[in-house]
């Protein structure tokens, strides 16, 4: 069952966060993840939530986002992404 990330980010340091942005496909990637949205423009239509930059990503299963979320490879950008943004994320399977 495929697994998705959605993801609301308010970038703070757009510098680090364009590192960051630059080196994190390829990680998701290893682990069979792909990019569905990737910062678009969105409208809200219902509710008070007002998303700055939404990414939403889809992987193969629960267990391969997690492989992916713990991965050694993705800490150190984890800790840049951190730095760079404020994040919300919820990890969520599919149909």
Do not use: C
């Amino acid at each position: 069952m495929p697994a998705y990330l959605l993801v609301d980010i308010e970038v703070t340091d757009a510098a680090a966060y364009e590192e960051y942005r630059m080196q994190v496909p390829p990680i998701i990637a290893s682990h069979g993840g792909r990019y569905l949205v990737r910062g678009g423009t969105s409208e809200v239509l219902e509710g008070t939530w007002q998303p700055k930059r939404t990414v939403v990503l889809e992987f193969p299963s629960m267990v391969a986002l997690k492989a992916f979320w713990q991965s050694p490879e993705y800490q150190p950008l984890r800790r840049v992404r951190e730095r760079a943004a404020r994040t919300n994320l919820v990890a969520v399977e599919g149909i």
